[in-house]
């Protein structure tokens, strides 16, 4: 009898809080499925909603900013952060930058690009075309702390 009331609560304040909060919005590119899964897992480990892409055209495409769907579109899709692979076929990281940072409605969304070669060169070009950080594969939960903190803020 005593029981009773105690175990009706399931839900924890947490979880409420995490659904409820307006969490920010990450769109991760990876051609690389493993990596693609990976970036997903580590950013809503840290209260990210994502949407994933496997490549830059498609990015483009849910960003709004293909050539078709220029003024369609543009601002359908609200994120927060884009972060993308460099090496990808077709497009890479480096060209999906450009074509946000191009974009009057995407230029101020912060693009991280990811890599696994470390080659100065490269980092300094993505840094120069506005890249908010450039960071070396594979990812790790720290690295997405980082990363949401300075969202957050």
């Known amino acids: 009898m005593a029981s009773t009331g105690s175990s009706s609560s399931s839900w ?29 897992k580590l950013l809503r480990n840290s209260s990210c909603k994502v949407t994933t892409a496997e490549n830059g055209p498609r990015a483009l495409e849910f960003l709004g900013l293909t050539d078709s769907e220029q003024n369609a579109m ?12 460099y090496c990808m076929p077709g497009m890479t ?31 300094n070009q993505c840094l120069e ?11 790790k939960q720290s690295d997405v702390k980082k990363l949401t903190c300075q969202l957050m803020n």
């Open 93 to 123: 990281g480096y060209e999906l930058l450009k074509k946000i940072k191009e974009s009057s409605s995407m230029k101020e969304v912060p693009v991280v690009i990811m890599s696994s070669e470390n080659i100065p060169t490269r980092i």
């Open 12 to 40: 924890s304040s947490s979880n409420w809080v995490m659904e409820n909060a307006a969490a920010p919005h990450v769109l991760a590119v990876d051609d690389n499925l493993i990596d693609r899964k990976l970036v997903e």
């Open 129 to 139: 075309e506005g890249a908010q950080m450039f960071m070396l594969k594979p990812l």
């Open 74 to 85: 543009n601002g359908r899709s609200k994120v927060n952060l884009v972060i993308t692979d």
